[in-house]
């Protein structure tokens, strides 16, 4: 009954391969987003897709895209690896609209290792 | 543009003391502001958040924050500091000229707590 998952929990790929994070909520939900935290701790957003329909995306490289299949689920594909890309990716969903405030929850992350 | 700043990389008390973890925003608009807790290889939690209600906010595990728009702060306290308290927190403002959707994160908090 988890409510935000995401899978898989640790990944460790060669530079060059290509890689998907999955995340599902069941919170009924319409936004979802993908956050990246570094190794000192610091969360930037990546993506936020609305309605399955992308509605942020951040100064990332288009060697990461994401795909909504529908509004609980947003994967995340990252092709040709690199060293920088190690990372814990976040996954998060939220309600928008009116009376909307912004609260996220999020999913456990995902450890990415790039070697 | 809405930003935040916590003013301490760590923060040491000892088990029963006060904890007081500082935070000041920067926001166009009436802001809504957050705080999240990461404990160890774990998700991002809501700990409180502020949406323009009560200045005096009161979250889970005895944690509160006032709001204060005088001085941009959105400080985090709590009276009795327990050694489960121990984790990283992250002050998050996100404000109407992003409808709510983006939120910004601060560079987080190590809240160590001793015996």
């Known amino acids: 009954d988890t409510a935000v998952s995401q899978t898989p929990k640790y990944l460790v790929t060669q530079m060059g391969n290509d890689k998907s994070i999955k995340c599902e909520q069941n919170?009924?939900?319409?936004?979802m987003y993908w956050y990246k935290q570094d190794s000192k701790k610091f969360l930037k957003i990546m993506f936020s897709y609305n309605n399955k329909e992308l509605i942020i995306n951040e100064t990332v490289p288009n060697r990461f895209s994401p795909k909504s299949p529908d509004k609980a689920h947003l994967n995340l594909h990252i092709n040709s690896l690199e060293l920088g890309d190690s990372a814990v990716y976040f996954c998060?969903?939220?309600?928008?609209?009116?009376?909307?405030?912004?609260?996220?929850?999020f999913g456990e992350g995902s450890r990415l290792t790039v070697l | 543009a809405q930003s935040v700043t916590q003013l301490d990389s760590h923060v040491s008390v000892s088990e029963g003391t006060p904890v007081l973890l500082r935070c000041n925003y920067s926001s166009s608009y009436s802001p809504s502001l957050f705080w999240y807790v990461q404990h160890p290889n774990k998700g991002l939690q809501l700990l409180l958040k502020y949406t323009s209600a009560a200045t005096l906010v009161k979250g889970i595990n005895g944690f509160e924050a006032e709001f204060k728009k005088s001085e941009t702060s959105f400080h985090l306290t709590k009276p009795s500091a327990h050694m489960s308290d121990a984790a990283e927190y992250f002050c998050v403002v996100s404000d109407r000229d992003t409808g709510f959707q983006k939120l910004v994160f601060g560079t987080g908090t190590r809240l160590l707590v001793s015996p």
């Open positions: 998060a969903s939220s309600q928008r609209g009116q009376g909307a405030t912004g609260e996220l929850f």
């Open positions: 919170l009924g939900h319409d936004t």
